[in-house]
């Protein structure tokens, strides 16, 4: 198998992971109930899964690829993925923050809610924006 078979098969994994990452932070996000986030053990594994829903997207996720492969996988291709993906968690943020405030104007939600509910929304932008970008590309 040559590096640019390995370097497809990677993409194409590496893809399927933000997809089902940014499921994980969905599940999460509709799972834990207000009330628990205020506990350790539900709060450390939110911050965990966001490290590493955040550590899929940076070119070191790759660390224990072949330095070959590796090469591939991080093209000006991806790059340029990685970038656009970024660019839609952006207004992601943007979007859900203002609705947010919106809406709260009088619920009063805690703030660790919000901030959940923003960096689960922006980082799944991301996630998806890049999957998608990736599996189109090796199409």
């Not at 599940?27 to 955040?54: C, E, K, Y």
């Amino acid at each position: 198998m040559s590096n640019v078979q390995r370097a497809d098969a990677k993409g194409i994994q590496r893809a399927i992971i933000c997809y089902m990452m940014a499921g994980v932070l969905l599940l999460q996000a509709i799972v834990i109930r207000p009330d628990q986030i205020g506990s350790l053990g539900r709060s450390s594994m939110w911050v965990a899964t966001i490290l590493m829903a955040g550590l899929c997207l940076t070119p070191f996720a790759g660390w224990a690829v072949p330095r070959g492969v590796r090469r591939l996988l991080n093209d000006e291709g991806t790059r340029q993925h990685r970038m656009i993906a970024m660019t839609a968690a952006f207004w992601a943020t943007l979007l859900s923050a203002s609705v947010i405030t919106l809406l709260n104007a009088g619920a009063n939600l805690p703030v660790m809610q919000i901030v959940r509910l923003i960096v689960t929304a922006s980082l799944g932008a991301a996630l998806v924006t890049f999957a998608t970008l990736e599996l189109r590309a090796g199409r």
